[in-house]
């Protein structure tokens, strides 16, 4: 059984970076089509795609975020993270690490999510 879990700081201040790794355990394949993605969640708002990696290495991002945001991946750790640079307190958010299968068109596992803070 696959499992997805996030970790990193849970307080960042404004104008730093914050750096989320996801730990996927049960599989981490380069070979197959799924995209690793990460998801935030604002207080009272709703999901909030971030971007992905692709099982090729490639990079998809957020518009909106695309100047901030950074992917990338470990297979070696079985491990991929974000950074996101610039942060201010509209970052805080819950943030999630999910895998989106192409085919079935479904973020079919999730981690459980980490909670940041943006503040000073």
């Known amino acids: 059984q696959m499992q997805l879990q996030e970790s990193g700081p849970g307080l960042v201040k404004p104008s730093q970076t914050l750096s989320l790794t996801c730990t996927v355990s049960?599989?981490?394949?380069?070979?197959?089509?799924?995209?690793w993605s990460w998801i935030r969640q604002p207080p009272g708002k709703g999901l909030e795609w971030m971007g992905a990696i692709a099982y090729s290495s490639s990079t998809y991002y957020s518009p909106s975020l695309k100047s901030r945001t950074s992917i990338s991946r470990d297979t070696s750790k079985n491990q991929f993270t974000l950074q996101l640079n610039s942060v201010t307190p509209e970052d805080t958010a819950v943030y999630y690490c999910?895998?989106?299968?192409?085919?079935?068109?479904?973020?079919?596992?999730w981690g459980q999510g980490t909670h940041v803070t943006v503040s000073s």
């Open positions: 999910a895998r989106w299968e192409p085919y079935g068109m479904i973020y079919d596992y």
């Open positions: 049960g599989g981490f394949s380069t070979t197959n089509h799924y995209y």
